[in-house]
C-alpha cells in the first residue's frame, strides 16, 4: 500500500494505479499466433505441418507460375524456350496460350469492334444491382436497376430498340392494371385479369408492332447471333439472368408450397419436387432439343433463352427449399403478432415474416447463388461455347494441342474472383443484418 495516500483506508483504494501496456506477447501479430496457432502442443504441431506442407505446395506451384513463358505462337515454341532457359520443360508454364487467346475466353467469338457493348453491359450492370446490395448507394439508382433487364438484351443482342420498349410496356400494364382493377373487382382477380392482358400482350402484339415500328423508325445497333456468344460472357449472362430471376420465383414456390389452397400448394410441390429430381443435364437437353416440339410452327425460339429459363427453373425450384427452411425456421409468435396488428396476408409476408426469413436464409441462398453460377460451365455439353467448351476448341488448334493445365487454371481463376465475391459479400450482409443483440 506503499504507491497509496497515507490517509487511504485499509483495503480500500481511493487513488489509481497507472495504465499499462499490455503485454508483447499476447497482443498484435505475436498475440494473434500464440492465441491461434501456438496455443497448445497439438495446435503447434499441428501449425508445423501445415506450414511445410504449405511451403511444399508453394515451391512447386510458384516456379511454375512465375518460371513460365508468355510470348509464343504454339505450345512446341513454349517447350523450346523453356529448354533454352531452365534446360527442362517440367514445372513452367505456358502463358502464352492465355496471352494470345483470353479475349476469346472472355468473349467468345463476339465480334471485336463490339466488345464496348458486353462492357458496358457489365458495368451497368454493377451501377443497377449497387442500390441493392449497399445501402451506402443513392436511391437514384435505382432507376438503373429497373431499366436494365431491358438495355442488357437490347446491349447484348443489338436491335431495333423497340423490342425492349414494347416488353417493358407489358410490365406497366401488369403493374397498372392490377392496381387499378384491384379496388374493383379484389385484388387477386384484379392480378389475374391483369397478368392475362400482359401475356396477351407479349405474345400477340409486341412481335408485330416492334417490327412495324422498327422499320418506320430504324433505331438500334447491330444485330449479333446468339452463336457468337461465348466465353465468360455467356456465363455470366445465363448466371446473372438464373439468379436475378430465381429469387423471386423461389419466394413464390415457397408461399405456395406453404398456402392453404389445394391447387396452389399441389402445383408448387410437383413443380418443386420435379425438378429437384432431375438432373440439370437432363433439363439442358430438353430445351435444346425438346422445347421447340411444344412451339407454334416457325417459332425461332432462341437456344440461350431456352437455356435461361431451364437454368432459372432448375434455381428456384431449390431457392424455394432454401426459403421455406427460414419460414419454418420462425417462430409462431411472429404469425400471430402480425395477425394481432390487423395485416393480411401479404401485407404481413413484405413487412415482418419474409424479411426475417430470407435474413435467416441467406447462407443457403448465397450457396445456391455460387452452385448456380458454376453450373453454367454445364452448357458445354449441348454446344454451347462457355469457357470449358471454349478451352476445347481452343486445344483443338494445332498449335496448342496438348495444352491443359493454362487454360483450366485461368477458367478456374475467373470463377473463383465470382464465387468468393459472393461468399464475401453474405458474410457482410450477414453481419449487417446481425440484430439479434441490438
Known amino acids: 500500500m506503499s504507491d497509496t495516500h497515507e490517509e487511504t483506508i485499509r ?18 501479430a505475436i498475440g494473434w499466433a500464440r492465441a491461434n496457432l501456438f496455443s497448445g502442443p497439438v495446435n503447434t504441431v499441428l501449425t508445423i505441418i501445415s506450414l511445410a506442407f504449405i511451403a511444399y505446395v508453394l515451391a512447386g506451384v510458384l516456379p511454375w507460375v512465375f518460371q513460365s513463358v508468355w510470348t509464343a505462337d504454339s505450345l512446341n515454341e513454349c517447350r523450346e524456350i523453356m529448354q533454352a532457359t531452365w534446360g527442362e520443360t517440367h514445372g513452367h508454364a505456358c502463358w502464352a496460350v492465355i496471352n494470345e487467346r483470353w479475349l476469346q475466353l472472355l468473349f467468345g467469338f463476339y465480334p471485336s469492334e463490339l466488345y464496348w457493348r458486353p462492357i458496358l453491359a457489365f458495368v451497368l450492370l454493377l451501377v443497377a444491382v449497387a442500390p441493392v446490395l449497399f445501402p451506402w448507394a443513392p436511391n437514384k439508382l435505382l432507376w438503373v436497376t429497373a431499366a436494365y433487364p431491358f438495355v442488357m438484351p437490347w446491349l447484348m443482342w443489338g436491335g431495333t430498340i423497340w ?66 456468344f461465348g466465353g465468360f460472357m455467356l456465363s455470366i449472362l445465363i448466371g446473372v439472368v438464373a439468379i436475378g430471376c430465381s429469387l423471386p420465383i423461389g419466394i413464390v414456390l415457397a408461399l405456395g408450397r406453404q398456402s392453404d389452397l389445394l391447387i396452389v400448394k399441389a402445383i408448387c410441390v410437383g413443380f418443386i419436387e420435379f425438378i429437384r429430381g432431375v438432373p440439370l443435364i437432363t433439363l439442358l437437353f430438353v430445351a435444346s432439343t425438346l422445347l421447340n416440339i411444344f412451339m407454334p410452327p416457325g417459332t425461332n425460339f432462341d437456344i440461350i433463352l431456352r437455356v435461361m429459363i431451364m437454368v432459372t ?89 496438348g495444352i491443359y493445365w493454362e487454360l483450366f487454371a485461368f477458367i478456374a481463376f475467373l470463377f473463383f474472383i465470382f464465387c468468393f465475391s459472393m461468399s464475401r459479400y453474405s458474410m457482410y450482409l450477414e453481419r449487417r443484418l446481425k440484430t439479434d443483440h441490438r
Open 313 to 401: 427453373l432448375f434455381a428456384a425450384a431449390y431457392m424455394a427449399e432454401v426459403i421455406r427452411g427460414g419460414l419454418a425456421a420462425l417462430p409462431k409468435g411472429q404469425y400471430e403478432g402480425a395477425d394481432s396488428l390487423g395485416l393480411d396476408y401479404w401485407q404481413s409476408q413484405r413487412l415482418i415474416i419474409m424479411p426475417q426469413a430470407l435474413k435467416i436464409s441467406i447462407p443457403g441462398i448465397v450457396s445456391t447463388f455460387i452452385g448456380v453460377f458454376k453450373d453454367t460451365t454445364l452448357v458445354s455439353i449441348i454446344g454451347l461455347l462457355d469457357p470449358l467448351g471454349l478451352s476445347n476448341s481452343i486445344r483443338s488448334d494445332s498449335a496448342w494441342n
Open 11 to 28: 483495503f480500500v483504494r481511493d487513488s489509481m494505479l497507472p495504465q499499462q501496456e499490455p503485454p508483447a506477447s499476447s497482443v498484435g
Open 163 to 228: 423490342g425492349p420498349i414494347c416488353v417493358a410496356i407489358g410490365f406497366a400494364i401488369l403493374f397498372f392494371g392490377a392496381q387499378f382493377l384491384a379496388s374493383r373487382i379484389g385484388s387477386l382477380a384484379g392480378l389475374i385479369v391483369a397478368v392475362v392482358a400482359a401475356l396477351i400482350w407479349w405474345l400477340f402484339i409486341v412481335g408485330p408492332l416492334s417490327g412495324e415500328l422498327g422499320q418506320a423508325m430504324n433505331i438500334g445497333l447491330e444485330p449479333v447471333a446468339s452463336r457468337n
